[in-house]
């Protein structure tokens, strides 16, 4: 069986920084000590045509464009397909809602490429929407999309949800979760299992606050209610010989179930993938350009969104780093936001107690993040352009912020940015204005455009929403009329 490379974390930044010292080159790794250029001028390097440096680029970086077809050999196994079709059907039904008016869909919206539709989750009291006109109280964070989480070491903002071995397809040093989990559920074959447990007992974004018992018996309930559907009964019978024998549908097999559906979800054959594979015309000259802007000084975005061993070629080195992200908290939310005016994040400090933590959130996994409807943990950005130009110039970004792009239940509170500044990560806190405008156009492109695989645009989606679920209850209403947002 086909296993990711797999390292303790922390060996971490040592692994990165040795392949990168054996192949000629030397990467900060996104520590917080200050970045050193991999190379200090693209016109100074070989000499080669721009195609044979950016190939040798990409091998160093260990992008061969072949990361989607290991899947199932990362795997040991293929698809169940009639698991991930009941899975399919379980992501869509309010069902797995105690409240019964949200479901795994309302978060992650195919017509938003399995994002968050609003720039803060909405969950429980929504109005069945799925898109710009969802209505409820907000959340805290904006969930991100489920494609391609499936080759991820962690999950969720402030990576609470981790593969001890750095593979998420590797339980052999227990899978870590939030308490009262812990590590209970390190005997499933993949993280994505363990974290399907954790949405439906969340209360504000599936379980309510009207339920008495705890997260066993929020998913006994649930697992109770799904047995009781027929369809679902004979579909995990399928599946699970004891459920054929008779026996009752657990949250187990529901989990198994969802994460089955996840698996069939790995969008990652960009136009960057091809041209690793050897088709030159496949990226545009600008995308070219922009890939070494991507991963050289001054934009040296490699620091943090990296793609050797563990990355899985995702483009994230999935730590938590703090980046002085606007603060902005809503006028309606049945979350609890920090500090002393309510009105902040304090990250991963949430999760850890480690006050060393503050502000930090996991570096996004750039795969397809072009078609992200909003930017960062909060989604202050809502154009991608001004999403990589606060990771430039963090200090010009916030004093510009204005927050009038976001709707209105959204600008109540502007949180403070001083603190957040004095603790962002090192790179942050350079300024690399050195981009000229066609440079930082050069870098858009590479991002918005080669890194993006067309199966995963909204509209490749649409097909696997479901007509009707067997619950009966209604399925969201995914609004893919929404108008396009003017971002240049």
């Not at 196994?77 to 039904?93: H, S």
């Not at 933590?357 to 943990?377: C, E, G, I």
């Not at 009038?404 to 949180?415: C, F, I, S, T, V």
């Amino acid at each position: 069986m086909f296993r990711s490379f797999a390292v303790r974390p922390s060996a971490r930044g040592a692994w990165v920084s040795l392949v990168l010292a054996a192949s000629g080159i030397w990467l900060a790794a996104c520590s917080d000590e200050p970045v050193v250029p991999l190379i200090e001028e693209i016109e100074d390097t070989s000499g080669l045509a721009i195609d044979q440096e950016l190939q040798l680029q990409l091998s160093l970086m260990g992008i061969d464009g072949r990361i989607e077809e290991r899947f199932t050999a990362m795997l040991g196994r293929e698809i169940d397909q009639a698991l991930a079709e009941t899975g399919r059907l379980l992501f869509f039904d309010p069902i797995l809602s105690i409240t019964q008016d949200n479901s795994c869909s309302g978060c992650h919206g195919p017509n938003v490429s399995f994002n968050d539709s609003k720039s803060i989750s909405i969950g429980i009291q929504n109005n069945g929407v799925v898109g710009p006109g969802r209505d409820g109280p907000f959340n805290l964070r904006r969930a991100p999309t489920i494609i391609n989480a499936a080759f991820y070491p962690n999950l969720m903002w402030d990576g609470r949800f981790a593969a001890e071995s750095l593979d998420g397809f590797d339980n052999s040093q227990g899978f870590r979760l939030p308490q009262p989990e812990g590590y209970s559920l390190s005997d499933l074959d993949h993280l994505l299992m363990a974290q399907a447990f954790t949405p439906v007992t969340d209360k504000i974004e599936m379980a309510g606050f009207d339920f008495k018992g705890d997260n066993d018996a929020i998913r006994s309930e649930i697992a109770s209610r799904v047995d009781q559907v027929s369809e679902y009964r004979t579909r995990f019978a399928e599946s699970f010989p004891e459920v054929a024998a008779g026996g009752p549908v657990r949250y187990e097999h529901i989990a198994r179930a969802i994460a089955e559906f996840e698996f069939t979800l790995i969008r990652a054959d960009a136009p960057l993938d091809q041209y690793a594979r050897g088709d030159t015309a496949a990226m545009t000259p600008p995308e070219k350009r922009g890939a070494l802007l991507f991963f050289r000084d001054p934009a040296a975005c490699f620091e943090c969104h990296i793609t050797l061993g563990y990355a899985n070629q995702m483009f994230s080195d999935f730590e938590s780093h703090a980046i002085g992200v606007p603060q902005i908290a809503p006028s309606e939310t049945n979350a609890v936001f920090d500090g002393p005016g309510y009105d902040e994040d304090f990250g991963r400090e949430r999760s850890t107690g480690d006050t060393g933590d503050r502000y930090k959130f996991r570096s996004t996994p750039l795969r397809n993040v072009a078609y992200q409807p909003t930017f960062m943990h909060n989604g202050a950005f809502v154009c991608l352009d001004n999403s990589i130009r606060h990771h430039l110039e963090m200090r010009e970004s916030l004093e510009s912020f204005s927050g009038e792009h976001l709707e209105y239940r959204l600008r109540a509170k502007r949180g403070p940015d001083e603190d957040m500044i004095q603790l962002a990560h090192e790179l942050a806190r350079i300024p690399r204005g050195r981009l000229t405008l066609d440079q930082f156009e050069d870098l858009v492109a590479f991002v918005e455009i080669s890194l993006s695989d067309p199966d995963a645009h909204p509209d490749a989606l649409r097909y696997l929403i479901p007509a009707s679920v067997p619950s009966g209850l209604p399925v969201h209403d995914f609004d893919y009329d929404a108008p396009p947002r003017e971002c240049r």
